[in-house]
Structure formats: C-alpha cells, structure tokens
C-alpha cells in the first residue's frame, strides 16, 4: 500500500539567491525536503492521496514564505 508524504520548497523561488559557485545547471528552488533541519516543522505522512492532497492545499495555504510543496510516494 503506498503512503505519501508532503514535501516543500527548501529554498522559497522569490528569495532565491544564486551562488555564484552553483554549476549553471543547478536551480536552488528546485531541492524539496520534509522538515527543514532545525525547525518545528511536522512531518507529514499519509494513506491516501486523497487526505494528503488536501493537508498540502492547506499548508501552502497558510506559508506566507512562498514555497511551493508537492506530493511523493513513498
């Protein structure tokens, strides 16, 4: 049975700063995590696609930072 988990945006698109070390093939806004290390962040794991579709409308809902998420299968 699959389970699902929410991942966002390491690095939010608009406050995107380019290293100039980065290789040219590299995008900053394209690295997703699960919890960003040393937040309070909450991990989010689910059944059903369903449940978790509707957990991640609301959580990017609610971030004022910018950062997209989307949906894995684990």
């Known amino acids: 049975m699959a389970k699902y988990r929410i991942v966002k945006q390491l690095f939010p698109k608009q406050n995107h700063v380019s290293s100039s070390n980065d290789p040219s093939w590299s995008t900053r806004d394209s690295a997703y995590v699960a919890k960003i290390s040393g937040s309070s962040d909450q991990l989010w794991e689910f059944d059903n696609e369903i449940s978790a579709s509707v957990k ?9 930072s910018g950062r997209n998420y989307k949906l894995i299968e684990i």
């Open 56 to 64: 991640m409308a609301e959580l990017s809902k609610n971030d004022n």
